[in-house]
């Protein structure tokens, strides 16, 4: 019996999430399916209920409806809890939700993968940005024992509201202070969407960076964005955006294939349309 899965989203054309997870079924050999599920907001709640009677193991979510499907699911994860969005859902035998998130999974093990020596307890960590991003990757960086995490965003009262929440060693600084917030920190993380193909650069200034702190992007489109470019030629060690993306699928497609895949060389280049 074919096994369906898919993501869900408003739009959800843009997602790279089929191409993904059709090169695993593909390289494993699974008689399964991984769709396009465009749906609109006033209609998730029906739309994810419907999934088990449907035949479906699950699906991701992408905009807009990773907050909205925590009230709808049976039980979220500890995960998705803290973060306070879901981007995986799995449809259980009997009929039940059941929800986690995966981003900071996927984070983590991208910048372990792609920065080998990045030591987290070396510095501060400054993370731009206060969106469900940045709070999986604050989560993340809190799991793998970051002293300190900067959380800097053109909104104030959005990071403040982000480091009130997760607690513990966030703090919070004005936009104004960006770049001399960089003198010190081990790592530096930029979870906006500047930067990213169609939108303003990133007005960051790296004089003060270390050369010893790791950069990373979540951006992938570009794959490497003016930041990691400006960072790469200074001699720092940079970490694109798209593993983070190839990683956090790792979980969901084990869960509704019962195959953990491998991130490749080859997955990176079929994802990128190369």
């Not at 999934?51 to 979220?76: I, Q, W, Y």
């Not at 970051?146 to 060693?169: F, H």
């Amino acid at each position: 019996m074919t096994i369906k899965a898919g993501v869900m989203g408003w739009p959800v054309d843009h997602s790279r999430s089929p191409a993904l997870h059709g090169f695993w079924l593909k390289a494993y050999g699974i008689d399964g399916s991984y769709e396009r599920l465009p749906v609109k907001p006033d209609e998730l709640a029906a739309a994810l209920r419907a999934l088990p009677e449907r035949g479906f193991a699950g699906v991701n979510l992408t905009v807009p409806h990773k907050e909205a499907a925590m009230s709808v699911v049976d039980e979220v994860s500890p995960e998705g809890q803290r973060i306070g969005a879901v981007n995986t859902i799995f449809a259980t035998a009997d009929g039940r939700l059941k929800a986690t998130n995966t981003d900071a999974y996927g984070f983590i093990t991208s910048l372990k993968f792609g920065a080998p020596n990045f030591d987290p307890k070396a510095g501060p960590a400054v993370v731009l940005g206060a969106g469900g991003a940045a709070r999986a990757v604050c989560v993340a960086l809190q799991d793998a024992g970051v002293p300190e995490i900067c959380v800097i965003n053109r909104t104030t009262t959005r990071a403040e509201n982000l480091a009130r929440d997760l607690g513990g060693n966030l703090g919070v600084a004005p936009w104004e202070e960006r770049t001399a917030r960089l003198k010190t920190a081990g790592l530096l993380v930029n979870t906006t969407t500047q930067g990213m193909q169609g939108q303003p650069a990133l007005d960051l200034d790296l004089q003060t960076l270390s050369p010893r702190a790791v950069v990373t992007d979540i951006v992938y489109t570009p794959l490497e964005t003016q930041l990691l470019a400006g960072a790469r030629a200074r001699g720092n060690t940079v970490v694109d955006g798209l593993g983070m993306l190839l990683y956090q699928a790792q979980r969901g497609f084990e869960g509704w294939f019962g195959q953990k895949p491998e991130v490749t060389a080859a997955l990176r280049a079929h994802v990128l349309g190369k």
